[in-house]
């Protein structure tokens, strides 16, 4: 014994297991338990018998549980919209989309993980073989939402001196409005506002090179993803009379299903004995199967109700890739808790988009979502 614990560089059996016993159980979570597991940890890797003690340590080291809670702000890049079109004597489309909202939607983002190491998957136990080395089963989980909105305004659309103003229809061709009369058929106190509601679900199967939290480890994973997304966008036309505009509304839920495999680990920055400092990263890229239903509509008001409503309803389907990424920095204190602050970028291809030429009916589109997030996060490990 040197100092109360035992000198690393003797072998484990030559420590009496009362005294390692006494380290590990009683010191909870503080440096004797810390520099005990340490020396576990050198005589296994010795290759040399470890005592009772010692394989109880560091199988209760292994098998640990974690959960985790984290609270960000996310920013959503959508793919392009693009309203109204500058016409010419109703016959000549010289410019569709002269209205083109902005692309970028803030919202709030929320997300519960949960960890287990040592999970013994199909009966197997941890000290099974694993591929690259690895050593630790692990299982976990995450569930994660956002919600948020977006505002973009146009005081004035105006189509241009000797230029009509083309409305396309949802169903196109005459479902839509043409209005000929320059300055007549300017728009006003136009607004485009978008809403968007996400959460999404995974669980993923992996394991670790070692039972450190700061080694890499390896995974495969499942995930599912439920995205809510409506829109609107209309203004009025006073040239047309009083209480003359339009009004689109668009409503589409996405939901996909993917397999994924990723990668985590962390580089250590400073450490004593009761905390350390590391930057961690992760990336995750898979396919899903998307499936997506969609409104759209059409509504005139005031003089130019003439022309009755327009919609149509979607159901589309297909397969797309995506991504994540992360990096954050993290703190964790007597190896049970820890707190982070990160970033994460996300590649989603299960955004909706509709759009229409005012000569053929409107279309329903996956697109691309690209987000950024900011996060907080907290976890205990136990």
Same mark, same amino acid.
């Given at each position: 014994?040197?100092?109360?614990?035992?000198?690393?560089?003797?072998?484990?059996?030559?420590?009496?297991?009362?005294?390692?016993?006494?380290?590990?159980?009683?010191?909870?979570?503080?440096?004797?338990?810390?520099?005990?597991?340490?020396?576990?940890?050198?005589?296994?890797?010795?290759?040399?018998?470890?005592?009772?003690?010692?394989?109880?340590?560091?199988?209760?080291?292994?098998?640990?549980?974690?959960?985790?809670?984290?609270?960000?702000?996310?920013?959503?890049?959508?793919?392009?919209?693009?309203?109204?079109?500058?016409?010419?004597?109703?016959?000549?489309?010289?410019?569709?989309?002269?209205?083109?909202?902005?692309?970028?939607?803030?919202?709030?983002?929320?997300?519960?993980?949960?960890?287990?190491?040592?999970?013994?998957?199909?009966?197997?136990?941890?000290?099974?073989?694993?591929?690259?080395?690895?050593?630790?089963?692990?299982?976990?989980?995450? %569930?994660?939402? /956002?919600?948020?909105?977006?505002?973009?305004? &146009?005081?004035?659309?105006? *189509? =241009?001196? !000797?230029? @009509?103003? $083309?409305?396309?229809?949802?169903?196109?061709?005459?479902?839509?409005?043409?209005?000929?009369?320059?300055?007549?058929?300017?728009?006003?106190?136009?607004?485009?506002?978008?809403?968007?509601?996400?959460?999404?679900?995974?669980?993923?199967?992996?394991?670790?090179?070692?039972?450190?939290?700061?080694?890499?480890?390896?995974?495969?994973? %499942?995930?599912? /993803?439920?995205?809510?997304?409506?829109?609107? &966008?209309?203004?009025?036309? *006073? =040239?047309? !009379?009083? @209480?003359? $505009?339009?009004?689109?509304?668009?409503?589409?839920?996405?939901?996909?299903?993917?397999?994924?495999?990723?990668?985590?680990?962390?580089?250590?920055?400073?450490?004593?004995?009761?905390?350390?400092?590391?930057?961690?990263?992760?990336?995750?890229?898979?396919?899903?199967?998307?499936?997506?239903?969609?409104?759209?509509?059409?509504?005139?008001?005031?003089?130019?109700?003439?022309?009755?409503?327009?919609?149509?309803?979607?159901?589309?389907? =297909?397969? !797309?890739?995506?991504?994540?990424?992360?990096?954050?920095?993290?703190?964790?204190?007597?190896?049970?808790?820890?707190?982070?602050?990160?970033?994460?970028?996300?590649?989603?291809?299960?955004?909706?988009?509709?759009?229409?030429?005012?000569?053929?009916?409107?279309?329903?589109?996956?697109?691309?979502?690209?987000?950024?997030?900011?996060?907080?996060?907290?976890?205990?490990?136990?």
């Amino acid at each position: 014994m040197k100092n109360g614990t035992c000198d690393r560089w003797r072998p484990i059996h030559s420590c009496a297991a009362a005294a390692g016993a006494a380290a590990f159980f009683l010191a909870g979570t503080g440096t004797a338990r810390a520099d005990y597991l340490e020396v576990c940890r050198d005589a296994q890797a010795r290759g040399e018998v470890l005592d009772q003690s010692c394989t109880e340590a560091l199988r209760r080291e292994e098998d640990r549980q974690s959960f985790g809670l984290s609270l960000g702000t996310s920013q959503y890049t959508l793919g392009p919209r693009a309203f109204l079109a500058r016409e010419n004597l109703g016959t000549n489309v010289l410019e569709l989309g002269i209205a083109r909202p902005g692309s970028h939607v803030r919202t709030n983002t929320y997300g519960l993980e949960y960890s287990s190491d040592g999970f013994s998957p199909f009966g197997l136990s941890s000290s099974s073989s694993l591929p690259f080395g690895g050593e630790v089963w692990r299982i976990f989980g995450s %569930l994660m939402w /956002s919600e948020g909105s977006a505002n973009t305004f &146009f005081p004035t659309i105006d *189509p =241009g001196a !000797g230029h @009509g103003l $083309g409305i396309p229809g949802i169903n196109g061709g005459a479902s839509g409005i043409f209005l000929p009369v320059n300055p007549q058929n300017t728009v006003v106190d136009a607004e485009h506002r978008v809403e968007i509601r996400w959460g999404q679900v995974d669980l993923n199967l992996g394991f670790a090179t070692d039972d450190n939290l700061y080694t890499p480890d390896f995974h495969v994973g %499942l995930r599912y /993803s439920d995205l809510d997304q409506r829109e609107r &966008f209309g203004g009025d036309i *006073p =040239g047309y !009379g009083a @209480g003359s $505009g339009f009004q689109y509304q668009f409503h589409a839920e996405t939901r996909a299903v993917g397999i994924h495999a990723g990668f985590s680990g962390a580089v250590p920055l400073r450490s004593n004995d009761s905390w350390d400092v590391a930057l961690r990263y992760a990336g995750e890229f898979g396919v899903a199967r998307i499936a997506g239903d969609g409104f759209a509509q059409l509504e005139n008001y005031g003089t130019l109700a003439v022309v009755p409503p327009s919609s149509n309803t979607f159901d589309i389907s =297909g397969y !797309g890739a995506y991504a994540s990424l992360q990096a954050s920095l993290e703190a964790r204190f007597n190896e049970r808790f820890s707190a982070q602050l990160g970033v994460r970028y996300d590649l989603r291809p299960w955004g909706a988009g509709f759009s229409g030429d005012g000569t053929n009916p409107f279309t329903m589109q996956f697109q691309d979502m690209q987000v950024v997030t900011a996060f907080l996060g907290a976890r205990v490990r136990f």
